[in-house]
């Protein structure tokens, strides 16, 4: 006969297997995201670019007022509301794809300088890059390429560099703060967009590059 002792050892051991058996075990851990993951533009921007873009208001009110006073170059009335500030829509991201763009040049870094220039259309694009969405102009004297971050329904901010001439594309945004740009990416009506590039390294004091799906 088993003593009762021991079969209380035993009972307690079978209802420790029990228990065991009975207990949930936890979900591993989910994997980590795949694919690239997007650095914060703060993080990227150097200090003269980030006192361009805070000061992107102060941009708008002098290159406008200097291109009603000056004479320019180019029908400044035809551009409608592309030279707006506060012509903002939601859903800024662009689609993928191939781009018409033209650029205009508000005010003036020197005195006597022209008050506008408006260009004619030119190459751009709209790409998907493992490091994130990715604009390129592709032809014409000047030739800015860079990445566009998200920032919000109204507004992406692009950071890139500038190819003059017959260089090559531009490199990445940082190695040559001379080239450097910094833009807000707004879409201000149905179906076009614009870089609106304030305190330009050259020439004008506000740049607005619009862009039109091809």
């Known amino acids: ?5 021991a079969l209380r050892a035993l009972a307690a051991a079978a209802l420790a297997a029990w228990l065991a058996a009975c ?12 694919g690239p993951v997007m650095r914060d533009w703060r993080s990227i921007i150097t200090s003269a670019d980030r006192d361009r873009l805070t ?3 102060q941009a708008w009110r002098v290159a406008l007022e200097q291109a009603r006073r000056f004479d320019g170059s ?3 009335r ?3 509301d592309l030279i707006d500030p506060d012509a903002r829509l939601s859903d800024v991201e662009p689609p993928e794809g191939e781009y018409r763009c033209r650029t205009v040049k508000l005010g003036s870094q020197t005195d006597g300088g022209l008050g506008y220039v408006v260009y004619g259309w030119f190459a751009c694009r709209i790409e998907r890059t493992p490091n ?5 102009k ?3 004297s000047q030739r800015p390429s860079g990445l566009l971050f998200p920032e919000s329904g109204t507004e992406m901010i692009f950071l890139g560099s500038m190819a003059l001439g017959d260089e090559p594309p531009a490199r990445s945004y940082g190695p040559n703060p001379d080239r450097d740009m910094v833009a807000r990416l707004e879409r201000f009506a149905p179906g076009r967009w614009r870089l609106v590039i304030p305190w330009p390294q050259y020439e004008s004091n506000l740049d607005l590059i619009e862009l039109v799906p091809a």
């Open 78 to 80: 035809g551009t409608g």
């Open 23 to 34: 207990a949930t075990t936890p979900p591993p851990p989910p994997p980590p995201p795949s």
């Open 55 to 57: 000061r992107i208001d």
């Open 1 to 5: 006969m088993t003593p009762p002792r």
């Open 74 to 76: 180019g029908d400044l």
């Open 132 to 136: 994130g969405l990715k604009f390129s």
């Open 138 to 140: 592709l032809t014409g």
